[in-house]
């Protein structure tokens, strides 16, 4: 074995031995962290390019309403209708008369016979309480479209979203040096 190693005593070569190994581990660690932080900004990245997507997407469905809606209700009425008459009614009758003399009543039968013309507007008031019930078929199909950037939650993600923007824009600042 050369002299050079054998005239320092062993724990000189164990101090080199720990330093060695503590500059690999942290040389091993800064890689490590280098690695992380890059992948932490793929990470923004991705989670900003997602986030702008959200924010754009809609939500779309088609909502189908098939039922039988039972109605019960009280129609009330209150209104006057005029009724026009043209009519001829016609009498025939017998009539008995008493005629006064002086040796008391007399009884007279007098035939009527006419024929008596009625033209005029009648009008007739109606007031009545109308109670309807019936089931009414609903068939719909209405479509809903929800764009997420027009909802609260649009703030959400904006906010979300410049959170990303701005961890990328310091994660790649620090991994480039600036």
Do not use: N
């Amino acid at each position: 074995m050369p002299e050079f190693f054998t005239s320092r005593a062993l724990d000189y070569w164990l101090l080199w031995a720990v330093a060695l190994f503590s500059a690999a581990v942290s040389v091993g660690a800064l890689y490590f962290l280098a690695l992380a932080r890059r992948l932490a900004v793929d990470g923004a990245r991705v989670a900003s390019v997602v986030l702008h997507r959200v924010d754009e997407a809609s939500l779309s469905c088609v909502i189908d309403v098939r039922e039988q809606i039972p109605v019960r209700i009280v129609v009330p009425l209150d209104t006057q209708v005029t009724v026009p008459l043209d009519i001829t009614l016609p009498i025939d009758v017998e009539v008995t008369v008493r005629l006064p003399t002086p040796l008391g009543g007399l009884p007279v039968k007098l035939p009527v016979r006419a024929d008596v013309p009625v033209k005029m507007d009648v009008p007739v008031p109606i007031r009545a309480e109308i109670p309807v019930s019936a089931s009414v078929p609903v068939d719909l199909s209405i479509p809903v479209e929800l764009k997420l950037a027009d909802m609260t939650l649009s703030e959400s993600l904006h906010a979300a979203m410049r959170l990303a923007e701005r961890t990328m824009r310091r994660l790649w600042a620090g991994l480039m040096g600036t």
